[in-house]
Structure formats: C-alpha cells, structure tokens
C-alpha cells in the first residue's frame, strides 16, 4: 500500500501560517486526494481535495483560508494555510478521497489565540 508522511505543522499565532506537505511512496497522479484533520474531541474530517485533474473543493470552514495543491511529479501533495484560526487546531493527516484505510502519522498543528 501507499505510505504517506505528513509535515509542515507546528505553533503559530492566529493570523499566521503554514504549509503542510504530504509525500507518498508511490504514484498518486491518478488518484483525488485529501487533506484531513482531526480537532481534539472530534472526528477527522476532510476539509480539502484536489482531483486528478486538478480541481479542488474545500470545507465552509476553511474556504478563502486554505489552498490545496500537488506536484504529481513529486507524488507530493501540498495545503497553504492562511490566516489560521485557534479552531483550525488538530492533527492534519493526508489520504485519497475517499480515504482508505492507511493513514500516515499526520502532523500536528496548533494555532494560539
């Protein structure tokens, strides 16, 4: 199966930051692909995805705020997030869309207020 590594996280302020990157083992270009995140005490949730062929769809919440991308080339998969709120605290973990079962260690991040 795909293994895939998320990175990119960490503490910020609100109204910061960051860039996550996601890398799998393997060829993803003809998969959609998602970013997802699991706030403490919820469940994990998709909040974006990118298609195949590029097209993209985002959660209410994140919409305007987070960017998703890939590089196929680098089997990299890739989420701006601007202007970053203290809800927007959780471990972000990527995966297909749908999700499968095999599901990175994610990576963790937390906006302060």
């Known amino acids: 199966q795909v293994q895939l590594v998320e990175s990119g996280g960490g503490l910020v302020q609100a109204g910061g930051s960051l860039r996550l990157s996601c890398a799998a083992s393997r060829n993803i270009f003809r998969h959609a692909m998602g970013w997802y995140r699991q706030a403490p005490g919820k469940q994990r949730e998709l909040v974006a995805s990118?298609?195949?062929?590029?097209?993209?769809d985002y959660v209410a919440s994140v919409k305007g705020r987070f960017t998703i991308s890939r590089d196929n080339a680098k089997n990299t998969v890739y989420l701006q997030m601007n202007s970053l709120k203290p809800e927007d605290t959780g471990v972000y973990y990527c995966?297909?869309?749908?999700?499968?079962?095999?599901w990175g260690q994610g990576t963790q991040v937390t906006v302060s207020s």
């Open positions: 990118i298609s195949w062929s590029g097209r993209t």
């Open positions: 995966n297909r869309d749908p999700a499968t079962e095999y």
